[in-house]
């Protein structure tokens, strides 16, 4: 057992965002940041995924895995999802660059 002391402070993912803090996401955009629940999966595939609740209920991450939010922890203590990461960062790119474009013009000058 983990003592008091270390134990990461984790709750069990819902999809209602009253039921979380800021620090476990995004309540305006409805962004979690959640991971298996131990014992759920192998500590190896316990990473933190980039997930939004479905009308469904279920939970679907950046990287296009769903899950059931009972399986799951929300968290920001943990390796992430690199899958996650990277989507994100491309898709956070290609919005800089369309910005980029719309303010300077095709060839980076002022318009």
Do not use: K, N, W
């Not at 409805?30 to 609740?53: D, K, L």
């Not at 980029?100 to 013009?105: I, K, R, Y």
């Amino acid at each position: 057992m983990i003592p008091a002391a270390t134990r990461e402070e984790t709750t069990s993912a819902r999809c209602a965002p009253e039921q979380r803090g800021p620090e476990q996401g995004d309540t305006e955009t409805g962004v979690r940041y959640v991971r298996y629940r131990r014992g759920e999966v192998g500590e190896s595939r316990r990473s933190i995924h980039v997930a939004m609740c479905m009308p469904d209920g279920l939970l679907a991450s950046a990287c296009g895995q769903t899950f059931q939010p009972g399986r799951m922890e929300d968290t920001t203590r943990g390796m992430p999802c690199l899958t996650c990461v990277h989507r994100l960062a491309s898709a956070e790119r290609t919005r800089a660059s369309t910005r980029l474009v719309d303010e300077h013009g095709e060839h980076g000058l002022p318009r």
